[in-house]
């Protein structure tokens, strides 16, 4: 009986540690600062995959194209609320992603976000909607 417990005990460790080999990896190009975002979204959200730093080592690449932040002036605040209204003057910020295939060089998944928070969050909130959306097409796959 103490044998088969052992036995038990070895297989689930085994199975434990292939389902670890097994995950996906994923290479982040850098972006100016943004793939650091990427990151650490990747791990708040629990995407499936191990971030590697060795491009050759990955199973997919996840490109971004350049952060664009529209950032409004101070000035230009003031005028719309004295003016018009107040609503929308927030900072805006957008950027794309393509999750490539390494092997066959093949787009997989595209997404496009849109954020409009003010300062530094935007990079932040932008990386999270990447990493969910990511993640539910990981899931899915």
Not at 26 to 52: C, N, R, S, W
Not at 111 to 129: D, F, I, L, T
């Amino acid at each position: 009986m103490k044998k088969l417990g052992i036995a038990l005990a070895l297989l689930c460790t085994a199975s434990f540690s292939f389902a670890q080999l097994s995950r996906p990896t994923v290479y982040l190009e850098p972006q100016q600062g943004f793939e650091t975002y990427l990151a650490a979204a990747f791990a708040k959200k629990g995407v499936p995959v191990d971030i590697v730093a060795d491009q050759t080592k990955a199973t997919y690449v996840l490109k971004s194209a350049p952060v664009e932040i529209k950032q409004e002036s101070t000035g230009g605040k003031i005028a719309r609320c004295l003016f018009a209204y107040c609503a929308g003057i927030e900072d805006k910020g957008n950027v794309s992603v393509q999750l490539i295939d390494t092997s066959s060089t093949k787009m997989l998944w595209a997404y496009s976000v849109n954020k409009q928070r003010g300062g530094s969050k935007n990079q932040q909130s932008m990386a999270e909607a990447v990493a969910k959306h990511c993640k539910e097409f990981l899931e899915k796959k």
